[in-house]
């Protein structure tokens, strides 16, 4: 592996940790404390994260519902995680926590919706 | 109509003041200008919300659903698409002006009020910019609430100038919507917002940061054709010979935000130069009586756990304003050494509370003391600290004779 510069986001001090080495012999430099090995590992080796966006629903009012997996999923899957769910449509009115996908198609994940599509809190005419 | 309570804004400020006042026995109506609460969190897809307060990472949406839901099962009156249009003090509190289309402009009287109407982005008129007005300049905010609200990419190559949060979270979201960013331009040395940011949302993607450099002219006539950037020197001012052309049709501006507070200006209350926001106690009592302040219209907060604890308080104080009465706390608090600001900048002794600072400039190994009258309060010891990451103490309540603390941070040498 090429060396590869990483900055922690551990805790405030952001050390550069860069990483160089191949396999189970990956070396790290530049970290303070034992925690930013393990972030440099796991980022080196299975990057993940919570992918947000919007989708598309049948309702005017309420045009685009915002999103996430249901937990992180590899970085460099992104982009075609984002071309399979710019293809659906929600046809309901959902709540957060709904699901949308059960298995988003490549991962384990589900999608879930992360707003209420429901009226919001009613108004009141008051006088 | 009257109420003892009114809140300006259905944001997490405003939602966390309703909830908290009517537990505490207030009668409250809420007021907001859009047709959903959740103010800017309906807007702001993303996650990490909630970390402090629910130890999760939610995002926008769903960390305002939480109080929303709250708010509803107080069953609290909530009046949607309703401006305030003006407001006034009154013999027992303050007379508003309201104003919506299914009940026209009409007249609420409030005992108490509780502003949490939020901040507003700065703009490339308080930053400027040399060239034409072309269409395709955005600030970050309103490209946010163009994609995220009504799904209209603002444009296909895009520059975007300063490192705030906004912006670079909108350089993710722009690129994972196929737009291309080409580069996130800084006049600083270092970027304006969280690093987590900056990891996630520049370097996943590859998204050049380019620090000491700022756009100096915008061209196009109609459309943004592109920008030229500049290097600046310590002066911050562009060093000749360094200007590039750097093609592109929008610009995001995301340059900092502000307190929004026109609303109380005819109030003549007390405001703080360096927050941009009312002077306030721990209660978020302002200077006048029975007003109070909250979230982001007292000083703009990173973290919005932060503004909701803001929210509580102002709620739970007010309602209590309605029985009992009172004004603002007279300790001062001075903020000293290596501070941007600190807020509350009054306290009310006897009472417990939470103080909010942020630093001037990053500084490695520093402890935070608290002292009054020479004597020492708090001390707390920082690894690092840096100005976009706001930080909490706790001060114990203080004793009658305490006239003013004073709060700075001491380098460890
Ligand atoms: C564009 C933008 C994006 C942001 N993105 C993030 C982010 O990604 N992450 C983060 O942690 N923080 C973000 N922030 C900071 C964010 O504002 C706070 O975290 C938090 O949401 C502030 O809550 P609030 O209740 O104080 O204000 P807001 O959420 O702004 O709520 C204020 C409410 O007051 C209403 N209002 C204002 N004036 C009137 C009036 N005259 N009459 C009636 N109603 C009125 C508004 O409609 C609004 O609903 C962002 C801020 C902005 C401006
Ligand atoms: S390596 Fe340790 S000290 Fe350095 S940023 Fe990471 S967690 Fe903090």
């Known amino acids: 592996m090429e060396k590869r510069e990483l900055t922690c986001i551990q805790c405030p001090l952001s050390c550069r940790v860069t990483v160089s080495g191949e396999g189970d012999q990956l070396k790290f430099t530049g970290n303070q404390c034992k925690q930013g090995i393990e972030y440099a590992r796991q980022e080196v080796t299975n990057p993940t994260r ?4 919007t989708i598309a629903t049948a309702f005017p009012d309420f045009p685009l519902l915002p999103v996430r997996t249901a937990g992180e999923v590899p970085l460099g899957k992104i982009f075609e995680i984002m071309k399979v769910i710019r293809a659906v449509q929600v046809e309901q009115r959902l709540k957060p926590g709904d699901v949308i996908l059960e298995i988003i198609p490549g991962t384990d994940k589900a999608l879930i919706a992360t707003a209420d599509m429901c009226e919001g809190v009613s108004a009141v005419v008051v006088k | 109509m009257h109420t003892d309570v009114l809140v300006i804004g ?5 939602l966390a003041a309703a909830a908290a006042a009517a537990e505490h026995g207030a009668e409250v109506l809420l007021v907001d200008r ?30 305002a659903y939480r109080d929303i839901e709250a708010v509803r099962a107080y069953g609290l009156r909530v009046l949607n698409n309703t401006f305030v249009l003006d407001l006034k003090q009154s013999v027992d509190g303050f007379s508003l002006l309201l104003q919506n289309p299914i009940d026209g402009a009409f007249r609420v009287d409030t005992k108490a ?23 395709g300049i955005y600030s970050a905010g309103t490209a946010q609430n163009l994609i995220n609200l009504h799904g209209y990419l603002p444009g296909r190559k895009v520059v975007i100038l ?12 722009l690129t994972l919507e196929g737009a291309e960013v080409a580069g996130v331009y800084e006049i600083k040395d270092e970027p304006s917002g969280l690093t987590r940011n900056r990891v996630q949302c520049l370097d996943d993607y590859n998204i050049p940061l380019y620090l000491n450099t700022t756009v100096t002219r915008v061209h196009g006539t109609k459309r943004v054709t592109g920008v030229s950037v500049a290097a600046v020197g310590a002066d911050l001012k562009p060093l000749p010979g360094s200007e590039t052309l750097v093609p592109c049709d929008t610009l995001l501006l995301s340059v900092g935000l502000i307190p929004e507070n026109d609303i109380l200006e005819p109030l003549a209350l007390e405001f703080d130069a360096k927050t941009g926001g009312p002077v306030v106690d721990q209660r978020m009592m302002t200077s006048v009586p029975g007003l109070f302040s909250c979230g982001n219209a007292t000083h703009v907060n ?36 290596n501070l941007l600001y600190a807020v509350p900048q009054r306290l009310v002794s006897g009472e417990e509370a939470a103080i909010y600072f942020r630093s001037d400039k990053t500084i490695d190994r520093v402890i935070l003391v608290a002292q009054a009258a020479g004597k020492e309060l708090f001390r707390e010891k920082y690894l690092r600290i840096r100005p976009p990451e706001m930080q909490k103490i706790v001060l114990q309540p203080l004793s009658p004779e305490v006239e003013s603390v004073e709060i700075g941070l001491e380098e460890v040498t």
């Open chain 1, 50 to 53: 919570t992918l947000t966006t």
């Open chain 2, 10 to 14: 259905a944001g997490p400020a405003g």
């Open chain 2, 34 to 63: 859009e047709s959903r609460p959740g103010g800017i969190l309906k807007q702001c897809i993303h996650d990490g919300f909630g970390v402090i307060r629910y130890e999760e990472k939610l995002t926008g949406p769903e960390y």
């Open chain 2, 113 to 135: 009020l509780v502003a949490a109407n939020g901040c507003r982005e700065r703009t490339s008129r308080q930053v400027f910019i040399h060239g034409d007005r072309p269409a």
């Open chain 2, 162 to 173: 300063g490192s705030g949060d906004i912006g670079m979270i909108m350089a993710r979201r």
């Open chain 2, 302 to 337: 990173d973290m919005v756990d932060y503004v909701s604890e803001s929210g509580f308080n102002a709620g739970r104080a007010a309602a209590n304003y309605c029985q009992h009465g009172g004004s603002q706390g007279s300790v001062e608090v001075v903020s000293g050494n």
